[in-house]
């Protein structure tokens, strides 16, 4: 079993930058690949991207390259999503998540996750 937390989400204003950070606990941290997902109200969950546990290895949804960058420490057994130039249509309820495999996009490929953080961008 892992337990995840998120912590960093708030309300910011269009053009700010945010960084989520998510803590992990319970089974070993650095056997999982990391992702984040994304979802806004009355929307489905959105995958923002991924990374390997072993070397740091990025694996990005196409709109969220650029603005996006995830990046982990395995000796605090976290994972961070830093987001710049943020938009009013990023506004959403931010999840980190854990897979086995890497290179995954779909959240039934996601065997833990955590209660969700709340980014609200104004305009």
């Known amino acids: 079993q892992v337990q995840l937390v998120e912590s960093g989400g708030g309300l910011v204003q269009a053009g700010d930058s945010l960084r989520l950070s998510c803590a992990a606990s319970?089974?070993?941290?650095?056997?999982?690949?990391m992702g984040w997902f994304r979802q806004a109200p009355g929307k489905e969950r959105e995958f923002v991207g991924q990374?390997?546990?072993?070397?740091?290895?990025?694996y990005s949804a196409d709109s969220m390259k650029g603005r996006f960058t995830i990046s982990r420490d395995n000796a605090k057994a976290t994972v961070y999503l830093q987001m710049d130039s943020l938009k009013p249509e990023d506004t959403a309820v931010y999840y980190c998540a854990a897979a086995h495999y890497f290179g995954v996009s779909l959240p039934s490929s996601y065997v833990y996750w955590g209660q969700g953080a709340q980014v609200t961008v104004s305009s």
């Open positions: 319970g089974r070993t941290f650095s056997n999982y690949h």
């Open positions: 990374i390997a546990w072993s070397d740091g290895t990025t």
